[in-house]
C-alpha cells in the first residue's frame, strides 16, 4: 500500500485521510503496520496493552495515601476524585473527571510507580485522562478508545520530528504541550470530529502553550508538573470544543509546530530543566529544595553544584 | 519513530528523559560489553549533571548497565543492587556544554579486562541517540533492530558481514562505518528492517577480524 505522507507534516497526514475517507486512528495504524512489518491486529493488541497499563496508574495515583520519593507530592488527585463523585464539582462531570486522573497519573510518576510515557513521563497524565474519561462519560467501547491512541500517536510523531518533546530541549511548551496537542486530535475523533477539526484542535492547543517554560522545583518531575497535566488536559478539552463546533485556527498546525520549536529556541537554557529559574529559584521552591535535599540551595548554586553523589 | 516511542515506553517514573532513556542508555553498554560489568564510570553532561540526583538518573543508568529494562519496578533500587551485585560505580558531572542537554558517556570494565565505553543522549520521551562507541562516532537510536559490529580495519569484513545478511534476507536501512585509526580498531552500526535471526549474530562474531557482533532487538 502507498502512503502519500512520512509524519513530517500534521496538513499531510490529514489529506491522505480525507482522501482515503477513513479515520486518522485507522490510517496511522495502516501506516505503521507496514513500517513495523507486523500485522494491524499485533499493533492493536500491543495499544491495547498500553491502555490497561494507563487505567491501572489512573486507579494506583489516586490512593489517598500516595506520595512521592521526595514527599513534596502526591493525594491530591483523590482529593479532585471525592469531589468528582459527590457530584458537586463546579465544573461538571466530564472536566472534573479529567482532572483527577490527570493528577493521578501524575502523582504516580513521581511516586517512582509505572506509567505510559505519552509521549514523556513529565507529561505521562494528560493523554490517559482526557481519553479514559471520554470513555467513561459517553460509554465508548474499549475499542475506539484505544484507536484514539494512534491518532494521538500521529500528532506526537510530526511535533517530536519538526520540534522535539523534551523539557530539556523545548520547555514545558513541547512536553505537556505536546501532549494535550496529541490528546485534542483524540478527542476529537472520539466525539466525531473529522481529520481537519482534529488538526486545528492541535493548533488551538500548542498557540495556548507557546512559552510555557520547564521549571521543575529541586529538580523534581513533581511542582508544577503534576498541576500543569490537569492544566493540559483542560486546554485539550477545550481546543477539542473550539474545533468540534467549527472554529478554525488561523495559524495551521504545522507552522504552529515550527513556531513552537522556535520558541523553545530562543528560551534561555535556565528555563528548560535545569531548575535554574522559573519557580525553582522562589523562596519557596529553595525552601523545598532543602526540604528534599537537606542542604541550602544558594543563589550562585544549582541542584548539582550542592548534590555530593559524585563525591567531588 | 514509530507510534510506540510517542505511546511509551512503559515505564517507571518520574522522567522519560532523565530515567526512562538513562535506562536505555545502560542497558545498550551493557549488552555492547556482553557479560558482567564489575566497574562502570559514569559522566554525566548538561540537565543530566544538574538534576541527575532528582530524577534518579543515576539509579536509571546503573538499573541499565545491570541489565533492567525501563519497566523494572527494581530501578529505585539499582544503587543498592549494583553494590550487592559486586559492581562498583563512579560518577562524575562535566560541565561540556557542546553537547545535547542530557548526555552521559559510560564505561564498562568487565572480570576479564574487556571494556567499552559509550557516548549517548537521551532526546525525549524515553529515546536515546548514541553518538559514540569507544571513540568512534555512530550513530543509533535502538529503534530498529540493530547491529553493533566491532572488528579490526581489515579488507573483506564488511562484505562478509553484508553476506550474511543477504543470506539471511535482511534489508538494511541504514550502515555508518568509522574507525580509530587506518587498520585499527572500527564500528559498523547496521539497523534493519523488521527482525533478524540471533543466529546471524553469531555467525558474523566467529568471522575473522571480527572483536564482537551485538544484535540489538527492537
Known sequence: MEFNFDYSSVADIVKEAVRREILLSELILKQQAEQLECSCEVLFEKMKERYQVMKESVRLGSDPDLRSVSGLTGGDSYKVMQRHQSGHSLV??????????ALAVSELNAAMGKIVATPTAGSCG????????????????EEKCVMSLFTAAGVGMVIAGKAGVSGAQGGCQAECGSASAMAAAAIVELAGGTAEMAADAVAIVLKNVLGLVCDPVAGLVEIPCIKRNASGTATAFM???????????AIPADEVIVAMKNVGDQMSSSLKETAEGGLATTPTGKNLFQQVFGTEMKDDETVCSVCTGCGS | MNVFDIIGPVMIGPSSSHTAGAVRLGLITHCLLGKKAIEAKITLYGSFAKTYKGHGTDKALTAGIMGMETDDVNIRHAIELAKQNGLSVTLDVSENAALHPNTARICLVAEDGTSVELLGSSIGGGSIEVTEVNYMPVFLTGEQTTLIVLHQDKPGVIAQVADFLAEEGANIASFYLSRQKKGGESVMTIEVD?????????KINALPNVISSTLLAV
Open chain 1, 92 to 101: 461538571g462531570s466530564l472536566f472534573s473527571g479529567a482532572m483527577y486522573r
Open chain 1, 239 to 249: 481546543a477539542a470544543e473550539l474545533a468540534l463546533s467549527g472554529v478554525r485556527s
Open chain 1, 126 to 141: 494528560i493523554l490517559p485522562a482526557s481519553v479514559i474519561t471520554m470513555q467513561e462519560e459517553y460509554e465508548l467501547s
Open chain 2, 194 to 202: 523488521g527482525t533478524v535471526n540471533q543466529n546471524l549474530n553469531d
